[in-house]
Nanobody, 128 residues
Framework: QVQLEESGGGSVQAGGSLRLSCVAS????????MGWFRQAPGKEREGVAS????????DYADSVKGRFTISRDNAKNTLYLQMNSLKPEDTAMYYC?????????????????????WGQGTQVTVSS
């Protein structure tokens, strides 16, 4: 069982930046595939970025490529999402997600069904 807690959301103007964090409560964090998702009102939850257990592989949704960066610090059990050049369409609740593949390669993991554990979310609002 893994508990995930996001933080770092807030309100910014278009063009601004935010850095989200997600702390995981597990002794085996370095084994988990991790991802960031977002859900805007009335829309489906969508994958934003994913990162492999060791951090060597990252994948992004086309809508955020070049603007968002996912990273992790396994010594701190923490996942990050650096968001730059924010747009009003980035407004959503952002969730982190975790999946333990017991050492198998994570691959690209941008689909909701690929994760078992979820945080409660942190709100990001971008005004024009």
């Amino acid at each position: 069982q893994v508990q995930l807690e996001e933080s770092g959301g807030g309100s910014v103007q278009a063009g601004g930046s935010l850095r989200l964090s997600c702390v995981a409560s597990t002794y085996t964090y370095s084994r988990y595939c991790m991802g960031w998702f977002r859900q805007a009102p009335g829309k489906e939850r969508e994958g934003v970025a994913s990162i492999s257990a060791g951090g060597g592989r990252t994948d992004y949704a086309d809508s955020v490529k070049g603007r968002f960066t996912i990273s992790r610090d396994n010594a701190k059990n923490t996942l990050y999402l650096q968001m730059n050049s924010l747009k009003p369409e980035d407004t959503a609740m952002y969730y982190c997600a975790a999946e333990d593949l017991l050492g198998f390669p994570c691959g690209e993991r941008l689909q909701r069904f690929q994760y078992t554990y979820w945080g409660q979310g942190t709100q990001v609002t971008v005004s024009s």
